[in-house]
């Protein structure tokens, strides 16, 4: 299933109140590094322009993670865990489909940090011995 219907299922699958409490969290800013989307952009939204708005901000990828850090700060683990398995299953597919040698780094993963920091890295599946490179950006 492409991102935008999975994140779509995902709010579509929301009560009222905790779709509100989702755009609440995406106005504060939830992740280090990811620009909140302002207050305007979100007010009477519906679950499509909400997808929309993170996509084009965040891009497909962020978004995901985005939205599985929000549904665990709201204490829905299920769904955040049903939302991670999918798009995960959906990269597998399409790696798996695609001409290209390599496959798609997975979802990134939120990791604390000293001080309260947040690190974005990629979850690392298979072997961890090799050659990485790392970018860090301040």
């Avoid at 305007?40 to 939204?45: F, G, K, T, V």
Wanted: proline residues 6%; aromatic residues 6%; neutral net charge.
């Amino acid at each position: 299933m492409a991102v935008p219907q999975l994140l779509l299922k995902t709010l579509d699958d929301l009560y009222d109140d905790d779709f509100s409490r989702f755009n609440w969290h995406l106005g504060t800013g939830v992740l280090a590094g990811c620009e909140p989307i302002p207050k305007s952009r979100l007010q009477n939204p519906h679950q499509t322009k909400t997808v929309d708005e993170m996509i084009r901000r965040y891009g497909e990828e962020m978004a995901v993670t985005i939205t599985v850090e929000i549904l665990r700060k709201m204490n829905n683990n299920y769904a955040a865990e049903k939302l991670k398995e999918a798009y995960a299953e959906g990269r597998a597919a399409t790696s798996s489909t695609s001409s290209s040698a390599l496959a798609p780094p997975a979802a990134p993963a939120a990791i604390s940090a000293q001080n309260g920091s947040v690190i974005i890295a990629p979850i690392v599946n298979g072997g961890t011995s090799g050659s990485w490179n790392i970018t860090i950006n301040k």
